[in-house]
């Protein structure tokens, strides 16, 4: 077993990460970038201190999964987020919404935000991440001024508290809205029956195998016409295989 191969598997037992399913390569240089930051000499002493200290532990998870977020990230797809997406899936029902990956909850947020604003069917919102401590910070709603950059000001005006302590928190009309819940795209069963998913920025990292996996668990858990929407780096190259056609820009719906 090479010293990679044992860092995986002590990995998957204490953080429950399974690394196979990620690039290798990619990984690998974030994980050496790490023991470069803490003096760690090797994969051995990286796994000693994540035992030893629950701090060390935290913060590795949240630096291996990557959870950079904004609210209205790629205006372009919120656009038409706004314009066709959620004038389509609100016209009957309340709207099942799953925003998987959600990291600070930004994503799910800014969905929140428009539906109020625009008087669609207040929608049943769900919020999964692997990350626990990240699943907290957005279930908390509080935001550093550099995480809310980009955000139209009539929306911060309208649904984000200014505390004294310089940080913005979302008001709790948008909060309660939303079910956060930790959730594994490799490991855990999907739920069914939603009109929208967002799965943004979290596949990139996998590989094109589990990425082909996760889409199909996706588009079950679509209902007919249901969408699904990707990041900017991840274009579905055959949407027709999975089921898919392509609406817009980072845009699909389920064909039947
Ligand atoms: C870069 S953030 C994307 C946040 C948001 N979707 C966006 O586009 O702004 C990626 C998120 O995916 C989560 N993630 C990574 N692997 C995951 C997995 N296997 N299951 C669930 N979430 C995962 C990370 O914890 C992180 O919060």
Redesign the pocket.
Known sequence: MTDYEKLKRDINDRLGIDLNAYKEQQMRRRINQWLDRYDLTSYNGLIRKIDEDPEHRAKFVEYL??????FF?DSSVFKVIEEQVLPAISKHNRPRIW?????IG??IYSIAILMKEYGFTPGQLFA????EV?LRKAQEGVYLANQITGMDKKYLDKYFLSQSDGTWAITESIKRQVSFKK????KDPYERNFDLI?????FI?FTSETQARLIKNFVQSLKPNGYFIV?SAEQIMDPASFGLQRVSYCIYQKTA
Do not use: P, Q
């Open positions: 999964t990557i959870n950079t977020s904004n990230r925003s998987a990956g959600a990291s930004a994503e999964t991440d692997l990350d990240i959730h594994d795209l490799l967002l799965c943004r920025n979290v990292y990041g």
